[in-house]
């Protein structure tokens, strides 16, 4: 699109403190001047038959139909008869890929000054198939499915991801050495798209190792990939190296090119409504989102804006240690955005 038609986005404010920090995003980019126009859905308090969940039919279009969104946390109602919100998302959008981006937040101290990797989570298979049974008393099955398609799928993302990011390594992430048949499917698609892209050095690495590593020294990693059970827990674990849920973006990508951003934390039910919850993690997913339509230059003045605010240190939130509101920090991050341009 030219810069004077404003792309269209989805936007899900969400449950707890989504909407303040949802609000936060709506603030800053008014302040940017991002040329986004926001379609606000919102979670229903009906189930909708054609999603068998709050989330009504309508919101799903309108995700297909504007291929980019960005999503507040979402509480998934206690009942039984409808589907969790999150999972609805996952399976009507198809997003089989979660990528989070880690990176070190300059000023806010944490045991490392310099991480600066991605993981790549399968999001669509692996142990989250939900194939769960009771084989006899005493004796329970799972089972962990691997397909081609899917680890192909997932692959050829982290490397078009690393290519197009101008990064230089991507780690596969299993545990083949065991799971010789399922993971060990996963690395064959991994070192068959590897070829691929013989710019971008291929290693495997065997899960137990990863962590040790990761929590020794995370220089060591540029783009992981891996599948979905091993995904959930790295890329928390790399949350914490770098400071915590509250600060942490990840970005949904789906079948088609459908990009739907999220906070990585839910919707903490015991700050919410007391302007006190940090809308980094969301700001930092909307930034994801600005880099997936190429809005590069969008992208890094708000990004800037937020490092320079939290670096600055006057405005912090609470779980940064700070005693600024919500609305405080966002005001502090769009003035800085207005003495750079
Ligand atoms: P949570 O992430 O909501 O909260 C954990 C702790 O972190 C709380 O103390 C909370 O106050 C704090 N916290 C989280 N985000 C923060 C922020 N932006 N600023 C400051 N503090 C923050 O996890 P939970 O309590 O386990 O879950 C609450 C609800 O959220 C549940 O209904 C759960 O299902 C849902 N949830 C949704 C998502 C999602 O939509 N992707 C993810 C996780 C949990």
Not at 66 to 73: D, E, M, Q
């Amino acid at each position: 699109s030219s810069p004077s038609t404003p792309i269209r986005a989805t936007l899900f404010p969400g449950d707890g403190i989504g909407p303040e920090i949802a609000e936060s995003v709506k603030q800053v980019f008014r302040s940017a001047e991002v040329p986004i126009e926001w379609e606000e859905h919102f979670v229903g308090d009906q189930i909708d038959p054609r999603t068998q969940s709050f989330l009504t039919w309508e919101s799903l279009e309108s995700v297909r139909r504007n291929g980019v969104g960005l999503k507040g946390p979402m509480a998934t109602p206690i009942g039984k008869g409808h589907r969790s919100l999150n999972l609805t998302l996952r399976k009507e959008l198809n997003l089989f890929a979660n990528v989070r981006p880690c990176n070190s937040l300059p000023g806010y101290k944490t045991r490392y000054d310099d991480v600066n990797l991605i993981t790549i989570r399968e999001n669509t298979e692996g142990e989250y198939s939900g194939l769960e049974h009771q084989v006899v008393r005493g004796v329970v099955e799972s089972l962990k499915i691997i397909t081609r398609q899917a680890s192909l799928r997932v692959a050829e993302y982290a490397f078009h991801y690393a290519k197009a990011h101008g990064r230089e390594r991507v780690s596969a992430i299993h545990k083949a050495n065991i799971m010789q048949k399922t993971d060990g499917l996963f690395l064959k698609c991994c070192r068959e798209v590897a070829e691929k892209y013989p710019d971008i050095t291929y290693e495997e690495v065997v899960i137990d190792n990863c962590c040790m590593m990761l929590v020794k020294n995370p220089v060591l990693f540029d783009v992981l990939v891996m599948p979905n059970l091993y995904g959930d827990i790295i890329s928390d674990l790399c949350a914490g190296l770098i400071g915590g849920l509250g600060l942490t973006p990840s970005c949904n990508i789906g079948e088609g090119g459908i990009a739907l951003a999220e906070a990585v934390h839910g919707s903490a039910p015991d700050i919410a409504g007391k302007n006190m919850a940090n809308p980094t993690a969301l700001l930092l997913s909307s930034v994801a989102m600005l880099r997936h339509l190429e809005l590069h230059d969008k992208a890094d003045q708000i990004q800037d804006a937020i490092l320079k605010t939290i670096a600055e240190g006057k405005y912090r939130t609470a779980d940064l240690g700070g005693s600024a509101s919500t609305t405080d920090f966002t005001k502090a991050i769009c003035e800085n955005l207005i003495r750079r341009t």
